[in-house]
Nanobody, 122 residues
């Protein structure tokens, strides 16, 4: 099993930045990919980005390419999502999740964090 804990959400003004963290513990070697997802009210869960621990390869959704950056600190078993140029459309609950391979398809992820709210508003 893998346990995931997100942190760093909050309220930010349009155009601002926010950094999310996802601390992983447990059988992380069996699930080397950590992905970030979000879900806004009334919308489907959206895959944003993922990164693998083996070679730090990354995948980004078109919607966040160039604005969001994913990174990881393997020594701390923590994955980060730096979010820049935020707009109200980025408002959602953000989740991190663990999977065996790199994909943005949410159903391929076996373990999920509890989520952290990000609100972009003036």
């Amino acid at each position: 099993q893998v346990q995931l804990v997100e942190s760093g959400g909050g309220l930010v003004q349009p155009g601002g930045s926010l950094s999310l963290s996802c601390a992983a513990s447990g059988s992380t070697l069996d699930y080397p990919t950590i992905g970030w997802f979000r879900q806004a009210p009334g919308k489907e869960r959206e895959g944003l980005s993922c990164i693998t621990s083996t070679d730090s390869s990354t995948v980004y959704a078109d919607s966040v390419q160039g604005r969001f950056t994913i990174s990881r600190d393997n020594a701390k078993n923590t994955v980060y999502l730096q979010m820049n140029s935020l707009t109200p459309e980025d408002t959602a609950v953000y989740y991190c999740a663990a999977a065996r391979w790199a994909t943005l398809y949410w159903a391929s992820y076996d373990y999920w964090g509890q989520g952290t709210q990000v609100t972009v508003s003036s």
